[in-house]
Every structure is written in C-alpha cells, then in structure tokens.
C-alpha cells in the first residue's frame, strides 16, 4: 500500500504560480506511473499530467505550456508546478500512482483507473 499525501494548494490570483508537492509513505518504484487530477463540483475527475515508466510525460491540452510535472530523486515526492494560473484552474487538485505499467496517455484519460489516490488539495485562483 502507498499512502499519498498532497500540499501547496491555496489561493492566487489570476497569472500567479503555484508549486504543488505530493509526498509517497514509501519510494515509488521506476514501474509506477505518476500523474496529477483535478476535479470541480459537478465535472468528471479529469487528468491534467502524468509520467509513465518510460518517463514520457503527457498534458491536458489546457494546461500545455503551464504546467510540469517532476518527480525528486528519492521518488518520494511528486511536484506539479502551475504558472499563469487562470480562474478554470481552480479545482480540488490529486496526485495518483499506479503499478500496472500504464502508459502516461492511458493514465490522463483514465482508461484503467489508478491504484493509489491522494485525498486532494483545493487550488482557486480569482480573477
């Protein structure tokens, strides 16, 4: 089991920067796939970046160009950097890992689920 557990979330004004963090109970493996949700009231948890076994990353086309997705070297901790943050940006933010080997574009569409889920941050950005 990995417990997941995410920080950095809070409020910013539109075309501000946020950093969120989400640290692992234990070392993910190099087989695991990482990746970054969101979810607003009402609206289907959508993916929005992910890194697969291969380290081949994938983004939602809304957020291309704005937002990274990194893990550290102790693969303990899962980073999503957002720059030019905008008010559709705000919603209930996940960091998720999965052990099947699926591929990053398999997991930002979540054909097959994910293993493991944080228990979400909130990110609102006014305008």
């Known amino acids: 089991q990995v417990q997941l557990l995410e920080s950095g979330g809070g409020s910013v004004q539109a075309g501000g920067s946020l950093r969120l963090s989400c640290t692992a109970s234990?070392?993910?493996?190099?087989?695991?796939?990482i990746a970054w949700f969101r979810q607003t009231p009402g609206k289907e948890r959508e993916g929005v970046a992910a890194i697969d076994s291969d380290g081949t990353s994938r983004y939602a086309d809304s957020v291309k160009g704005r937002f990274t997705i990194s893990q550290d070297n102790s693969k303990k901790t899962l980073f999503l950097e957002m720059s030019n943050l905008q008010p559709e940006d705000t919603a209930m933010y996940y960091c998720a890992a999965d052990t099947r080997g699926l591929t990053a574009s398999q997991t930002l569409r979540l054909d097959f689920g994910m293993n493991y889920w944080g228990k979400g941050i909130q990110v609102t950005i006014s305008s």
């Open positions: 234990r070392n993910l493996h190099t087989s695991y796939t």
